[in-house]
């Protein structure tokens, strides 16, 4: 069973909608959750992070984490084209990451 | 801002050599790590350093071995490349062990194994 998976995409949606990203994670007792956004021929860039203890807003980003299904969510609110990239979900002290998915957002 | 350099952004080598890739890091953090990029397979933990002469088996160590010699500066070493390691090669830096710090990552060396 793999630490974390996430649906690869592509998941395309157009301007100013919201794009909804998960990430599912294996071990019950993880603490803590990173979201980095990763620009073609890029590294990844941290976006946000949460701990257990509950979800979190910034700006047009919000990670919110379901805790008894084991998800963790990345909503992007009024997308936008510059949004397009593939994003990555790291648990595990960040040992392990996701395979990433990929947003496009849709002009 | 962290600077987290690595050496060569694009490198080509032969099957059978043995390939040095160099990280360095502006910020004092303790923490250091490879990971390894491929389509379909995300990002895999290679090494990682807790402190200097430190070093940690990743999820996929096999072929690799590491080197840190200084804090700043931490190398992962193919020991003799085989086609199955070519990739794009990432490094990155933190503050803190457990992992509930943000990671600062390098521009990434994609690597060709000829």
């Known amino acids: 069973q793999k630490e974390v998976e996430q649906n690869s995409g592509p998941l395309s949606v157009p301007e100013g909608a919201i794009a909804s990203l998960n990430c599912t994670y294996s071990?019950?007792?993880?603490?803590?959750f990173f979201w980095y956004r990763q620009y073609s021929g890029k590294s990844p860039e941290l976006i946000m992070f949460?701990?257990?203890?509950g979800d979190k807003e910034d700006g047009r980003f919000t990670a919110q984490l379901n805790k008894a299904s084991q998800y963790v969510s990345l909503l992007i609110r009024d997308s936008q084209p510059s949004d397009s990239a593939t994003y990555l979900c790291?648990?595990?002290?960040?040992?392990?990451f996701g395979t990433g998915t990929s947003l496009t957002v849709i002009p | 801002d962290v600077k987290v350099t690595q050496s060569s952004r694009y490198l080509v080598k032969r099957t059978g050599e043995k390939v040095f890739l160099e990280c360095v890091q502006d910020m004092d953090h303790e923490n250091m790590f490879w990971y390894r990029q491929d389509p379909g397979l995300g990002l895999r933990l290679i090494y990682f350093s807790y402190d200097v002469k430190m070093k940690e088996k990743g999820d996929i160590p096999e072929g690799y071995s590491v080197s840190r010699e200084k804090k700043e500066r931490f190398s992962l070493i193919l020991e003799s490349a085989s086609t199955n390691q070519t990739s794009m090669y990432l490094c990155?830096?933190?503050?803190?062990?457990?992992?509930?710090?943000?990671?600062?990552f390098g521009d990434g060396t994609r690597l060709s194994i000829l």
């Open positions: 790291a648990v595990k002290g960040q040992f392990y």
């Open positions: 990155a830096s933190r503050t803190d062990a457990l992992g509930v710090q943000p990671q600062h």
């Open positions: 071990d019950r007792g993880s603490q803590s």
């Open positions: 949460i701990y257990s203890n």
